[in-house]
Nanobody, 124 residues
């Protein structure tokens, strides 16, 4: 089992940048596929980005492609989400998630492990 702790959220103006971090407790965190989801008020939790165990493959939802970059440092048991050119519609609580299966899944039900979430607010 793995515990996940997100950090790095906050308030940013449109066009600005934030970097989220997700620290995993397990020494074998490299065994987990990792993902970022977000949930805005009144909306379903949606997939933002995912990364393979090795970090060699990343996946993004269309609305963040070219603006967000997900990466991982397995030596530090940490994954990151670099968010650039941010828009007001990026405002949400961002969650880090993990799963032991090989493939990145784009639905939240595919992930058994979750962090507590971090608020990201983009002002216009």
């Amino acid at each position: 089992q793995v515990q996940l702790v997100e950090s790095g959220g906050g308030l940013v103006q449109a066009g600005g940048s934030l970097r989220l971090s997700c620290a995993a407790s397990a020494r074998t965190s490299r065994s987990y596929v990792m993902a970022w989801f977000r949930q805005a008020p009144g909306k379903e939790r949606e997939f933002v980005a995912g990364i393979s165990r090795s970090g060699g493959n990343t996946y993004y939802t269309d609305s963040v492609k070219g603006r967000f970059t997900m990466s991982r440092d397995n030596a530090k048991n940490t994954v990151y989400l670099q968010m650039d050119s941010m828009k007001p519609e990026d405002t949400a609580v961002y969650y880090c998630a993990a799963r032991t299966l090989v493939a990145v899944a784009s639905h939240w039900e595919g992930y058994p492990y979750w962090g507590q979430g971090t608020q990201v607010t983009v002002s216009s």
